[in-house]
């Protein structure tokens, strides 16, 4: 069993930065990739990064260059640096974790973009 926890959501202004984690708890010895969703308002969930074990990253087109996805050495814990911060990135994310196959989900975390 893996248990993921997102936290560091909030409200920021356009152009701003906020920084997301994940942290992973329980059989964490068998997770690979770990990967950060959004979903906006009244829109489906759309993936925004990814990070697998070996450290290899991939972005959504609409976040390259601005979000960077990285972890911690003990692998568990997913971080996402988020800059200059758009309205359109105002969403819920949500951390997701392959554990031996299994996906497992946080409960997410609000991020608002004002301008």
């Known amino acids: 069993q893996v248990q993921v926890v997102e936290s560091g959501g909030g409200l920021v202004q356009v152009g701003g930065s906020l920084r997301l984690s994940c942290t992973a708890s329980g059989s964490t010895f068998g997770i690979n990739d770990m990967k950060w969703y959004r979903q906006p308002p009244g829109k489906q969930r759309e993936h925004v990064a990814g990070?697998?074990?070996?450290?290899?990253?991939n972005y959504a087109e609409s976040v390259k260059g601005r979000f960077t996805v990285s972890r911690s050495a003990d692998k568990n814990t997913m971080y996402l640096e988020m800059n200059s911060l758009k309205p359109e990135d105002t969403a819920v994310y949500y951390c997701f974790a392959d554990h031996l196959g299994r996906p497992y989900w946080g409960q997410g975390t609000q991020v608002t973009v004002s301008s």
């Open positions: 990070i697998r074990r070996s450290g290899e990253t």
